[in-house]
């Protein structure tokens, strides 16, 4: 039969789950180019033979990294349930080691109001401020910075390190800017606002430049590396 | 079942205690029951301004500690009727006063009075939330001056947090020539950074110094523009939707005045 003879047998049959033990407990690498549902039931397998070795409960968190697959809903709800059922290990994620997860783009916070002197808005991701930044007032972002209003106060994007980050607003006065570790302060005597403008790393400069060409910028990246 | 505002700034000096008497004598004079209640303890100035000093008996901090009856520290003013001060103790700190105590002695004034105005002492720690806790409603007191700006908008997102519906912004001591010069921030400035509603801009007054040096709230004096400004304030404080004063009519105003000694 011709479909038997493609079918993988024992021997010759790929690992398409590979269980690696982390720091922060087992994580579950899931080969990218195989189909699901094979995957599944590998992981069902590999689950179940972990399941009766292991006898510790509920104490190992286990994260499974998918690689560049992105899973469909239920595909998500089949994979979560399969480790539902175990008493043995708790699921921690699916989105890969923990560590791997710095460098995945979160939910962008959004903050509706006048951000003002002395609070500061902190968030893992980017974030978007519908309103005003005072003099004084703090945004720190591990992503981008968006203002929809008057940047007067002081933005850090890319806290975690990352260069890529930018710092846009409607109306740009801050105080001071900072992309990853590089620092810019106003130049003082504060002329009319710049409208539209955001500000960038150039290697190890910061540049600001018109919103207009932020799709440019963003293109020149992506031909490096993925963009958010 | 009256209302209580307190009347803060963040920064010292630009008005606190001034703005208190003034708006709490208009509001007397618009036929309000009135009582003002100073909260700056150790540094009381509200009596002073108001030339009530020499009456003083009791005081807020005898009143929250139980060594007399609230109604026995209120000094009647010698002008009006309706008017009250609760003094400030001059001998303790500001931790005399708690939170708790203070919110008490409001609430019973506001059962007694149609308007309570609590003078707030300058800084944001202890003071501050004290002079806060009893209020409905906030107006922070800020000048022309960045610093005094910087303030207020730490004030307001203070107030913000303690979920104070939105407070009213009094602009004070604004000196039209200045503004016109480009050397003093003008008010739409002001406004756009601090994003509140506007209760009343006062402009900058010798008349307000002579006053309080004598003892006398400057609204009490008719012809001098803070005296309008504030009267204007306290209307709008009763929902009388007087319009603005601005730098134009302040203009008019100025250059009516130069005609007048022209003309003599």
Redesign the interface.
């Known amino acids: 039969m011709p479909d038997s003879a493609s079918m993988p047998t024992d021997g010759e049959r790929r690992q398409l789950v590979a269980v690696k033990g982390i720091r922060n407990g087992l994580l579950f690498s899931i080969a990218e180019d195989a189909a699901f549902a094979e995957v599944y039931s590998e992981l069902q397998e590999t689950l179940q033979g972990h399941g009766r070795k292991s006898e510790a409960k509920g104490a190992v968190s286990a994260y499974v990294d998918f690689g560049d697959r992105i899973l469909s809903e239920e595909e998500d709800l089949a994979v979560r349930a399969l480790f539902s059922g175990l008493r043995t290990l708790s699921l921690g994620g699916l989105d890969g080691a923990p560590e791997r997860r710095g460098f995945r783009p979160r939910e962008p916070y959004v903050y509706k109001?006048?951000v003002?002197?002395?609070?500061i808005v902190e968030h893992d991701g980017d974030i978007v401020i519908i309103?005003?930044v005072?003099?004084?007032g703090q945004l720190i972002a591990s992503g981008d910075v968006y203002v929809m209003g008057?940047l007067?106060g002081s933005a850090h994007a890319g806290a975690g390190g990352d260069d890529r980050a930018i710092i846009a607003a409607t109306y740009f006065d801050p105080l001071q800017v900072r992309i990853a570790s590089v620092l810019r302060r106003s130049p003082g005597a504060s002329t009319s606002p710049a409208e539209m403008e955001f500000a960038y790393l150039d290697g190890e400069q910061m540049a600001v430049d018109r919103m207009s060409v932020l799709g440019q910028y963003r293109a020149r990246l992506h031909a490096t590396r993925a963009v958010l | 079942m009256g209302e209580a505002i307190v009347i803060t700034s963040g920064k010292g000096g630009v008005g606190k205690t001034t703005s208190s008497a003034n708006i709490g004598t208009a509001l007397a004079m618009l036929g309000k029951k009135v009582c003002m209640m100073d909260t700056d303890i150790g540094l009381r100035n509200l009596d002073v301004v108001m030339g009530l000093e020499n009456r003083i008996i009791f005081d807020v901090i005898d009143v929250a500690t139980g060594s007399c009856r609230l109604e026995q520290a209120l000094i009647k003013d010698k002008r009006f009727d309706h008017l009250y001060l609760l003094p400030a103790a001059q001998t303790k700190d500001k931790l005399a006063l708690s939170v708790d105590a203070a919110r008490l002695i409001v609430g019973r004034l506001k059962s007694q009075f149609d308007y309570v105005i609590i003078d707030c002492p300058a800084g944001i720690e202890h003071g501050f939330r004290v002079a806060i806790t009893g209020a409905d409603q906030a107006v922070v007191v800020t000048t022309p001056e960045q610093a005094a700006v910087r303030d207020a908008d730490r004030v307001i997102g203070l107030l913000e947090a303690e979920r104070m519906p939105s407070p009213k912004l009094i602009i004070n001591r604004i000196r039209p020539h200045m503004v016109k010069n480009g050397d003093m921030l003008d008010i739409d400035d002001i406004v756009n950074i601090l994003s509140l509603d506007l209760l009343g801009v006062v402009p900058d007054d010798e008349n307000v110094i002579r006053a309080a040096n004598h003892g006398e709230p400057t609204v009490m004096t008719p012809d001098s523009k803070a005296s309008l400004a504030y009267r204007n304030i306290a209307r709008r404080i009763l929902g009388d939707p007087v319009p603005l004063m601005n730098l134009d009519e302040d203009a008019g105003f100025f250059k009516r005045m130069r005609k007048l000694i022209g003309l003599r």
């Open positions: 109001g006048t003002r002197s002395g609070q309103g005003d005072n003099p004084g008057y007067r």
